[in-house]
């Protein structure tokens, strides 16, 4: 049986803090520290790309591959920026991204406990979100 695509969900605010990560894959995973690590390198390489673009109206790095996994980014237009890390050539991953900013602003931003630019901590969140990443490994795998 295939491994599933997706191996990590980050979620970083504008401030560049890790707000959510959630871990998907079986083999390395990673610590508190080295998700916060990841989190913030990713946040800067984001912002100077931004700024070093050559391209006008550039929005920073969409699409980092390598050679065992692509990482997809979605910057919303609050500047809070949605990671997934798949697999390499996994399809869909830029929808896969909007529907978990739907979800972000669904349940979350529309919680009136929930403290923007804080860690998500929010339950009809993690639901909605693990039938989504269900649904799209079903999907992945042709089930």
Request: net charge negative.
């Amino acid at each position: 049986m295939a491994l599933a695509a997706i191996y990590n969900i980050f979620i970083i605010n504008k401030s560049g803090g890790l707000i959510y990560y959630k871990d998907y894959g079986s083999a390395g995973r990673m610590d508190t520290n080295d998700s916060l690590r990841l989190a913030s390198l990713w946040h800067s390489m984001h912002a100077i790309s931004q700024q070093l673009s050559p391209t006008p109206g550039c929005t920073g790095i969409d699409l980092l591959q390598a050679h065992n996994f692509d990482l997809h980014c979605f910057q919303s237009l609050t500047g809070t920026n949605f990671f997934v890390v798949c697999e390499t050539g996994a399809p869909n991953m830029e929808m896969l991204l909007k529907v978990i900013y739907e979800l972000y602003t669904d349940f979350v931003l529309k919680n009136p406990f929930y403290e923007m630019e804080m860690p998500i901590r929010c339950e009809l969140f993690d639901h909605n979100l693990a039938q989504v990443i269900q649904k799209d490994r079903v999907a992945l795998l042709g089930r």
